[in-house]
């Protein structure tokens, strides 16, 4: 017998066991500490997320956060899942329209998601249950050692690499698009403190600004004035990071498809796409 549920009376250690499972075979590997570390970032509430039971056993879930996210009371997708003797019976589907009737019943007045550009089966879903693809990303990695860093050579643009505990919110206007929910400031605050944040000046102005989790070798926000890019300050942003990066990988995920400049320091660094996600949204009022 199923029955569908919300997950604030499921140990944190379960829902864990439960997710690596369900993705034991995506493109994408994840690790325990990686896992508890994003659910805590991206706002995770247990209240708030929901569950298809067989006979007690948790068996497909959507795992959600909960933020105002550009000026509305939005639910986040921090994880959609399904055990593999259990796909293909509709049990994502179904836990989808229990989540949204049961989302609004609290307020929330959007739902927000990501998923694989090329996982046909979840877009056509999700698009036929409401969903409108806002933005395109690419996620880009690379082990930390084979990052390509040049030496610093642009003469009279030499910037100082210092650290700050500014957020992100303070140097959002560098960027060329606005931040996806797992990268905002609020997502770079609950990380804590394994997160380090760096500010490049010049003369005392501020010119870029870099953040990112040492732990998991996440970078977070990674910007330049628009003014001031192609002279170097994006590198010594980048080599102050993987000095203080404390893991074997550098990851940057979410970069939006429009911001070309940033695609193309990336490809010169050596750090490729690995994965395409859309980000797709749905209004509930």
């Known amino acids: 017998m199923s029955e569908i549920k919300p997950l604030d009376t499921i140990s944190i250690d379960s829902l864990v066991d439960?997710?690596?499972?369900?993705?034991?075979?995506?493109?994408?590997?994840?690790?325990?500490?990686?896992?508890?570390?994003?659910?805590?970032?991206?706002?995770?509430?247990?209240?708030?997320s929901y569950g298809m039971f067989d006979n007690g056993r948790l068996v497909s879930f959507v795992f959600n956060g909960i933020r105002n996210y550009n000026g509305r009371f939005t639910a986040y997708d921090t994880g959609t899942g399904t055990l593999k003797d259990y796909r293909q019976k509709g049990l994502t589907s179904r836990l989808l329209q229990?989540?949204?009737?049961?989302?609004?019943e609290k307020g929330i007045e959007g739902y927000l998601l990501e998923v694989l550009c090329d996982n046909a089966p979840a877009v056509a879903l999700y698009e036929k249950t409401g969903f409108a693809t806002v933005r395109e990303y690419t996620c880009h990695t690379q082990s930390a050692g084979k990052v390509s860093m040049p030496e610093l050579s642009t003469p009279g643009t030499e910037a100082a690499?210092?650290?700050?505990?500014?957020?992100?919110?303070?140097?959002?206007?560098?960027?060329?698009?606005?931040?996806?929910?797992?990268?905002?400031?609020?997502?770079?605050?609950?990380?804590?403190?394994s997160i380090v944040r760096f500010?490049?000046?010049?003369?005392?102005?501020?010119?870029?600004?870099?953040?990112?989790?040492?732990?998991?070798?996440?970078?977070?926000?990674?910007?330049?004035?628009?003014?001031?890019?192609?002279?170097?300050?994006?590198?010594?942003?980048?080599?102050?990071?993987?000095?203080?990066?404390?893991?074997?990988?550098?990851?940057?995920?979410?970069v939006d498809t429009r911001c070309h400049t940033l695609h193309t320091y990336l490809t010169r660094r050596n750090l490729p796409v690995y994965v395409r996600q859309y980000e797709m949204y749905k209004p509930f009022r």
């Open 98 to 104: 229990h989540a949204e009737s049961a989302l609004k």
């Open 199 to 254: 500010a490049a000046t010049i003369a005392g102005d501020t010119v870029g600004y870099i953040a990112g989790d040492t732990i998991l070798g996440d970078i977070m926000a990674f910007a330049v004035r628009p003014d001031m890019r192609g002279k170097g300050i994006g590198t010594a942003l980048l080599k102050t990071f993987l000095s203080a990066n404390q893991a074997d990988i550098v990851k940057i995920l979410n």
């Open 18 to 48: 439960t997710f690596l499972e369900a993705f034991s075979d995506y493109a994408t590997t994840f690790s325990r500490p990686q896992v508890l570390s994003n659910l805590n970032r991206r706002g995770f509430k247990a209240e708030y």
């Open 161 to 193: 690499v210092v650290p700050v505990s500014a957020v992100a919110d303070t140097y959002n206007h560098f960027c060329d698009t606005p931040p996806s929910w797992q990268n905002s400031t609020q997502s770079i605050l609950a990380a804590g403190d």
